[in-house]
């Protein structure tokens, strides 16, 4: 080996050396962690609902909950036209275009080129002298057209490991538009079980204006025949107008709720087709969930978190072998004169030219120890935010299915106190016809009957919305609507 062969071995093996010595040191003390993902083996004591369920029986499930003919045409046209959804589609192409760049850095460049020029060198220089000395024109033409190649060898992955962050990447935008699709099936669902329920609740409202408004009229006819005093006739005439006035907010919130709808939808404000007889029936049957590690397959954002994080771990990778040594190999060839006559004369006009070169980096180390102390920071914040989304999913299970069984006992302690006041109304009425009562007691017990129905078909709308929200935490859905 000769002379300038050591010393360029040398150079190279201390880059090496430098390199491979400066990576522990740039994280300072911030070193990454493989992520958590251990998960309770039940959703906790006490919850009936929480039992192992073949995927088809949660499917089922699901079918059974969104079983609405109405709902399921909001659901498909939502899945069609909603634009947010159209957006994130656009993202995953541009994740996968993203992939095809990443794949091209790797791969060698090739190129053609064209290109002409005139030359003059100065007249007191080697080159003119030897000009003048052949008779070379003073200003001298050159043409030239050829092939131009580079390829920086990936010898170390780098490369490699960009083109996988870029996969992973691209699947973690598959898993944010599934887990979309699920957040906006729920959200369509619960609106459209809300807008049913306030059609129900201004139902109740306006049977009860009748009857308030029919029995204002009886206390005013008794008035008159001073059977009832003018106080009798003012209460009841304020409840009417205090019913009236909470009739046009119930109104107001149903106009809005259905303009939410058509915004999820993605179409300009229209009436909204949905089944009045829905509340009148039964709520679904028993949620069926899995077991808590189903979430790492079925729900969408612990999935697009876990995509996220192995692409993080991948950039990471490619930060740190920026310490190493880059090789590079460039080569063009093709044909090059100074008079068209001769340019495609073989082989007098052939040129061509190789070389390659050996890189390594050492006064640019802060800015390559930035970028990697950076890329790492990103990993353990991939790490967290996994560890954060399987935590909060499983916490949401856990939310839902107390929430089930809750408003269940709820509903049913509600409508035994509907039942009873409706049998206090009877009594109350009959009470007062017989002068054994005055009226402000037929008026206190429509009004907590009133109170009372209005909140069954709330709390009849909570249980619909928990198992909305019971199939948003399970990650539902986004397999049925793709």
């Known amino acids: 080996m000769n002379a300038r062969l050591r010393v360029r071995a040398a150079s190279i093996a201390v880059a090496l050396v430098a390199a491979a010595s400066g990576c522990k040191a740039t994280l300072e003390g911030n070193l990454p962690r493989e992520p958590r993902t251990e998960v309770p083996k039940d959703y906790g004591a006490g919850q009936e609902a929480a039992r192992t369920a073949e995927d088809a029986e949660v499917q089922k499930f699901w079918r059974e909950l969104f079983a609405d003919p109405d709902l399921q045409a909001l659901i498909r046209a939502a899945i069609d036209t909603n634009q947010e959804l159209a957006i994130l589609r656009q993202e995953i192409i541009v994740a996968k275009a993203e992939i095809g760049a990443r794949r091209g850095e790797y791969i060698p460049r090739l190129g053609a080129q064209v290109g002409a020029g005139i030359e003059k060198v100065g007249e007191y220089t080697s080159q003119g002298v030897s000009d003048e000395a052949h008779d070379v024109a003073v200003n001298l033409p050159d043409f030239r057209f050829g092939l131009v190649a580079s390829w920086e060898v990936d010898i170390w992955g780098r490369l490699r490991n960009l083109k996988q962050a870029a996969q992973k990447a691209y699947e973690a935008s598959i898993e944010a538009k599934n887990f979309f ?234 409508s035994e106190q509907v039942r009873a006041l409706t049998s206090a109304i009877d009594m109350s009425t009959m009470l007062y016809q017989n002068a054994e009562a005055d009226y402000m007691e037929v008026l206190l017990t429509r009004r907590d009957a009133l109170e009372a129905e209005l909140e069954l078909v709330e709390t009849k709308k909570d249980q619909w919305i928990a198992l909305v929200e019971l199939y948003q935490a399970l990650g539902g859905g986004w397999k049925e609507h793709p």
Do not use: M
């Not at 729900?299 to 996220?308: L, S």
């Not at 006009?349 to 930035?370: H, M, T």
């Open 181 to 414: 699709v699920t957040e906006l099936v729920a959200e369509i669902a619960k609106s459209y079980f809300e807008l049913v329920a306030l059609d129900k609740q201004i139902e109740i409202v306006q049977r009860n204006l009748e009857i308030q408004k029919n029995a204002l009229e009886i206390v005013r006819q008794k008035k008159l025949a001073a059977e009832e005093t003018e106080l009798g006739v003012q209460r009841l005439s304020a409840e009417v107008l205090k019913n009236q006035g909470a009739l046009k907010t119930l109104e107001q919130q149903r106009i809005a709720l259905e303009n939410r709808i058509n915004f999820l939808v993605g179409r300009y404000p229209q009436p909204v087709r949905r089944n009045p007889q829905l509340f009148d029936a039964g709520a679904p049957h028993q949620a069926v969930v899995g077991l808590p590690s189903a979430l790492l397959d079925n729900r969408p954002d612990v999935r697009r978190a876990a995509r996220e994080l192995e692409a993080a771990k991948l950039d990471a990778k490619a930060a740190k072998k920026k310490f190493y040594p880059s090789l590079s190999i460039d080569a063009s060839a093709g044909y090059r004169a100074f008079n068209l006559r001769h340019f495609v004369a073989t082989p007098a006009s052939l040129v061509y030219d190789i070389a390659g070169g050996l890189v390594a980096p050492l006064l640019n180390r802060a800015a390559i120890k930035a970028e990697y102390q950076q890329a790492n920071a990103r990993q353990i914040e991939a790490v967290y935010d996994f560890e954060r989304t399987l935590v909060r999913a499983y916490t949401e299970v856990v939310t839902q299915l107390a929430a089930i069984r809750n408003y269940a006992e709820r509903y049913e302690k509600i």
